[in-house]
């Protein structure tokens, strides 16, 4: 009896202070979520760095983190139409949450994007991870699905939550003053 109510006691602890298994698509993702999680949310990511999410398979062993995790995160990457299904089918008890519900793309210009490689008429830009404002959205939906899936650390996703808005905003304060104080500048960047 002695060892039966033992066992039960390390099960239930290790159910109380089991972290949140999340996948999320790309890197700026997995950024936002370690900003928000902690070390109270163990974070796959599927699209690593190198690769492109426009033609991006998994690997089993991502497969694999797919079957244990809780939630994936999704964006609106290319790889996401083909493979969520697959996903949610592979794990059933996966809650999917779409990490940038509330934002509005913006068009892109053909001829700009064109110059990219890709060639979509009337698209709406992916990017949407490059903008202070929608930043802090997708931090805010993600905020609120660690908090429906672990509600016992709401206060600490929280505190997270704050100090990584500040940050977020003290960034962008310092790059728009640095702009202000420098009228020219280059951007260079790699368009996936």
Partial sequence: M???FIIFILSFSTLVYA????????LPQQTFLKALGGDKVNISLMVKPGNSPHTYEPKPSQMKAISKA???FTIGVEFEDV??????NQNRSMSVSDSI???VKIDINDHSYKSTGHNHAHAKDPHVWTSPKNVKIIANNMFAKLVELDKEN?????DNLVNFLQY???????IREMVKENSKFMVLGIFC
């Avoid at 493979?83 to 949610?88: E, I, P, T, V």
């Avoid at 709401?154 to 929280?158: D, V």
């Fill in 70 to 72: 809780d939630v994936y």
């Fill in 154 to 158: 709401k206060q600490y996703y929280k």
């Fill in 2 to 4: 002695k060892k039966l």
């Fill in 101 to 103: 519900k509330g934002i």
């Fill in 83 to 88: 493979w969520l299904k697959r996903f949610q």
């Fill in 19 to 26: 972290n949140v298994n999340a996948i999320v698509s790309i």
């Fill in 168 to 174: 977020v905003d003290n960034t962008d304060k310092q």
